[in-house]
């Protein structure tokens, strides 16, 4: 398991993440979700031992034991992070970096890497720095699930990836779970593909932490609107409500919202009859938008 209590940083006067508290259960994918900056990679940092938190604990569990992963060898031979930029030697090919991994990895296998480089099809003997962006990624993922880690993490993995390789890397980590009981914690913005593997969803906004909940929990929440009335409704019915993205097209309606789905559909019955009322859940994508406070009711009549 994976613990974070209170975990703030700062560079200078900036501060990046304010008190961060989350766990990760064993045997799970966490998906760590969040704008540009909001302070993921950073936070990803902390958890390998590469940043020491300004404040507050991380604790990581090796063989029964919790341990702080800043400047332990223990936490590091037990995880492998695949950063958002991959970095390998000057000149060096998968081999090379085999090399180089398994002296340090306990349970390096090298059946696992002989397989995975079936897998994605990828020469072994080829320079890594003649690859392009998806296929570096995949050579350092190939690296990663190749250690047998107990904790991975990965940042923007899926990022340069054709859909077919995302399916395949999607496929390979629920198997990886499956057979060597480890823990992924997966930063993305391909939140299509965090909805399909992830058990468990945090989302960082403002460098704060907005929520860690199962990831059917959050989809249940917030919901999608759309409804017809026999009259135009005023939206100010909706102040002081949770609702946003309101868009009114005469008796037509839509909008997204957290409230309780009943108390909605009362409140306009009050106003008018409802001739349609469609409530829809969610995906992760939208509610990320939601949350973030997305602009997307903003840009239309740009070029009119």
């Not at 880690?149 to 899926?158: G, I, K, N, P, T």
């Amino acid at each position: 398991m994976i613990t974070l209590n209170g975990i703030s940083k700062s560079f200078g006067k900036h501060l990046v993440l304010d008190n961060i508290g989350f766990s990760v259960n064993d045997c799970s994918i966490y998906g760590l979700i969040g704008y540009n900056g909001a302070g993921k990679t950073t936070l990803l940092n902390i958890i390998s031992g590469l940043y020491k938190a300004d404040k507050g604990t991380v604790n990581i569990d090796v063989e029964n034991k919790e341990c702080v992963p800043f400047d332990n060898v223990d936490v590091k031979r037990s995880l492998f992070y695949v950063t958002d930029e991959p970095y390998y030697f000057a000149g060096a090919n998968l081999l090379t970096m085999r090399n180089f991994f398994c002296g340090f990895y306990p349970t390096w296998s090298d059946e696992s890497f002989k397989k995975l480089i079936d897998v994605f099809g990828i020469d072994p003997n080829k320079k890594i720095g003649d690859f392009s962006k998806g296929m570096k990624r995949q050579a350092a993922i190939i690296i990663g699930l190749s250690s047998k880690a107990r904790y991975l993490l990965m940042d923007e993995s899926f990022d340069g990836l054709d859909p077919n390789i995302r399916t395949i890397v999607s496929n390979i980590l629920a198997e990886y779970i499956a057979e060597t009981e480890a823990t992924v914690i997966a930063a993305s913005h391909n939140l299509y593909e965090l909805e399909n593997i992830c058990d468990t969803v945090g989302m960082i906004n403002g460098k704060h932490l907005i929520y860690s909940e199962d990831i059917d929990n959050i989809k249940s929440k917030v919901k999608k609107y759309s409804l017809a009335c026999d009259k135009a409704i005023s939206t100010d019915i909706f102040n002081g409500l949770n609702i946003k993205f309101i868009k009114q097209e005469g008796q037509f309606c839509s909008f997204q919202s957290s409230e309780d789905p009943e108390k909605i559909k009362a409140l306009i019955t009050a106003n008018a009859k409802i001739l349609n009322f469609d409530c829809k859940p969610m995906n992760l994508n939208e509610i990320f938008i939601y949350e973030t406070e997305g602009k997307e009711s903003e840009i239309e009549g740009i070029f009119q």
